[in-house]
């Protein structure tokens, strides 16, 4: 049995919502635009436009522009921060294990990232994540640690 997906009040992130970009969004990085299902505890998909803009494409590669896969980690990271932070708190990428990428992603792609909960321990989470296009998958995440962050909030420079 599944847990329906909800729609939560607009000052909250929830499906159909837009995702307010955190620090390596803000410096460069992937940037989820909307969140599509939220299911709380299960799983959750969201979109993710990929701009020509990003200075990633300035040096990663000038001639054939791939984004990054940490990039990539990155956006399934904070899509599972939203569905994890519904509980309170922030969550942070501390493991990623079998991991493939199976495709370039290029400027102009829309991405799809789904990530589903695995196992939820208080203060550690283990989930699964998977990035699609045009319904191939481009990245596949077997396993992601993510564990709640108390401290306060780092910023990239």
Same mark, same amino acid.
């Given at each position: 049995? %599944?847990?329906? #997906?909800?729609?939560?009040? %607009?000052?909250?992130?929830?499906?159909?919502?837009? $995702?307010?970009?955190?620090?390596?969004?803000?410096?460069?990085?992937?940037?989820?635009?909307? $969140?599509?299902?939220? !299911?709380?505890?299960?799983?959750? %998909?969201? =979109?993710? &436009?990929?701009? &020509?803009?990003?200075?990633?494409?300035?040096?990663?590669?000038?001639?054939?522009? $791939?984004?990054?896969?940490?990039?990539?980690?990155?956006?399934?990271?904070?899509?599972?921060?939203? =569905?994890?932070? !519904?509980?309170?708190?922030?969550?942070?990428?501390?493991?990623?294990?079998?991991?493939?990428?199976?495709?370039?992603?290029?400027?102009?792609?829309?991405?799809?990232? #789904?990530?589903? $909960?695995?196992?939820?321990?208080?203060?550690? #989470?283990?989930? %699964?994540? !998977?990035?699609?296009?045009?319904?191939?998958?481009?990245?596949?995440? !077997? /396993?992601?640690?993510?564990?709640?962050?108390?401290?306060?909030?780092? /910023?990239?420079?």
């Amino acid at each position: 049995m %599944s847990t329906p #997906a909800v729609t939560v009040p %607009s000052t909250d992130v929830g499906a159909g919502s837009p $995702v307010p970009p955190d620090a390596l969004a803000v410096a460069g990085g992937l940037r989820l635009d909307r $969140v599509v299902e939220l !299911r709380p505890g299960a799983g959750a %998909s969201a =979109l993710a &436009n990929v701009p &020509n803009t990003l200075p990633v494409f300035d040096t990663h590669f000038q001639r054939f522009p $791939v984004l990054p896969g940490v990039l990539m980690l990155h956006g399934m990271a904070n899509l599972a921060d939203v =569905l994890l932070a !519904r509980d309170g708190g922030r969550w942070r990428l501390t493991g990623a294990r079998r991991v493939q990428f199976r495709h370039y992603v290029r400027p102009g792609d829309q991405l799809h990232v #789904a990530v589903e $909960v695995r196992q939820l321990d208080g203060t550690v #989470a283990r989930l %699964s994540g !998977r990035i699609t296009r045009a319904g191939a998958v481009v990245v596949l995440a !077997r /396993e992601l640690t993510m564990t709640r962050d108390a401290g306060p909030e780092r /910023e990239i420079s």
